[in-house]
């Protein structure tokens, strides 16, 4: 109580009027949820609380109190132990674990590199405006639905069917394309299902896995990531390899994710379970009205290669965070000879 409720006063709610805020609220199974928020003395957001030592990694707490939300017919449900705040939508079609939507904290460990207004941001979509606008649906909509159909077109261009080739077939107009070679350039145009964990691209003349230690995956760094997290680091992803293809390669480290166009490193993004952490080789003295999710990383230890870093913790700053990606991008066309590494003492 000495850390939610004062959270929960700033974020609008009254947590002195019972018909607002309601302590040990009953659900219908018997048991009771430890905080319900209520709009017109209706629950709209269930919060159960944990003990602030606890790592909020526990499955069945997680499906305890989704469970009490999708019961009681409420969508919204946090778990918190007054520090960090996972945000389920109780309503996707999902386990329990995968309905995660995102994830904020108070730590200031789990905040580095984030500004003060992006963080009060993450928080701003659990206020009582906000949830009476609609916010969360809005963001879950894009969130999860953007998902689902990347899987779907996965599955559509790594096993086409009939109907799918036919129809391009016929839109080509070229009767001398043949199904395979349709087939056979939606793979290209599709060089993986999202949700298939990718190893590193060996570079020509580097030893296997074998001989040069644990070689990591796409599924290390979305390990238990909440599905906003996923989705930034999936448009991302896809962004920086269809800037060339046939040129840029991606490799996984521990730490984070490296791209390179040639030999050249232009971004390393780094997973965090409030956003990305992106690392450009860019100057930040040259950037010409840096946003505010942009610091100068030249003197202070980071994830990758770079001296400028972005927190991207929503669509709409990852569309505002392209124009700089291409920037660095561009940048590593003109370099005639590689810098590793580049002030980055962590590089994985």
Same mark, same amino acid.
């Given at each position: 109580m000495i850390l939610i409720d004062p959270l929960l006063e700033a974020l609008?709610?009254?947590?002195?009027?019972?018909?607002?805020?309601?302590?040990e609220y009953a659900t219908?199974?018997?048991?009771?949820?430890?905080?319900?928020?209520?709009?017109?003395?209706?629950?709209?957001?269930?919060?159960? %609380?944990?003990?602030?030592?606890? =790592? *909020? @990694?526990?499955?069945?707490?997680?499906?305890?109190?989704? $469970? /009490?939300?999708?019961? %009681?017919?409420?969508?919204?449900? =946090? *778990? @918190?132990?007054?520090?960090?705040?996972?945000?389920?939508? $109780? /309503?996707?079609k999902?386990?329990?674990?995968?309905?995660?939507?995102?994830?904020?904290?108070?730590?200031?460990?789990?905040?580095?590199?984030?500004?003060?207004d992006q963080v009060a941001g993450l928080f701003e979509r659990l206020s009582r405006d906000a949830m009476a606008k609609g916010l969360l649906e809005v963001i879950a909509e894009g969130i999860f639905t953007s998902a689902k159909v990347r899987k779907a077109l996965a599955t559509l261009f790594i096993e086409p069917p009939g109907t799918l080739v036919r129809l391009i077939r016929s839109t080509i107009g070229d009767d001398t394309i043949q199904p395979k070679q349709i087939r056979a350039a939606l793979k290209r145009l599709w060089p993986h299902p999202p949700e298939v964990p990718i190893t590193s691209v060996l570079q020509p003349g580097a030893k296997p896995a074998s001989a040069r230690g644990k070689e990591y995956t796409q599924e290390h760094h979305i390990q238990d990531k909440p599905q906003e997290v996923i989705e930034l680091f999936r448009n991302l992803d896809s962004y920086c390899r269809e800037l060339d293809p046939p040129n840029v390669q991606t490799k996984y480290l521990k730490w984070y994710v490296r791209y390179t166009h040639g030999k050249h490193i232009f971004c390393c993004i780094h997973l965090k379970k409030s956003g990305l952490h992106v690392a450009l080789k860019l100057d930040y003295s040259d950037l010409e009205n840096p946003p505010e999710f942009a610091r100068d990383v030249s003197k202070v230890g980071h994830w990758g290669v770079g001296d400028v870093e972005l927190a991207i913790d929503s669509l709409g700053r990852l569309d505002d965070a392209k124009v700089l990606i291409l920037k660095s991008f561009e940048g590593s066309k003109l370099r005639l000879t590689d810098h590793l590494p580049m002030r980055a003492p962590y590089e994985g």
């Open positions: 609008g709610w009254d947590v002195r009027d019972p018909h607002e805020v309601q302590l219908i199974d018997g048991k009771s949820v430890d905080y319900a928020l209520k709009m017109n003395r209706k629950p709209v957001l269930f919060l159960e %609380a944990k003990p602030i030592n606890d =790592t *909020l @990694t526990d499955v069945r707490s997680t499906t305890q109190v989704v $469970s /009490y939300a999708a019961n %009681a017919g409420v969508r919204w449900c =946090t *778990l @918190t132990n007054g520090v960090t705040y996972k945000v389920y939508d $109780s /309503y996707e999902a386990e329990a674990p995968d309905k995660l939507l995102f994830e904020v904290s108070i730590d200031p460990g789990d905040t580095e590199g984030m500004s003060t």
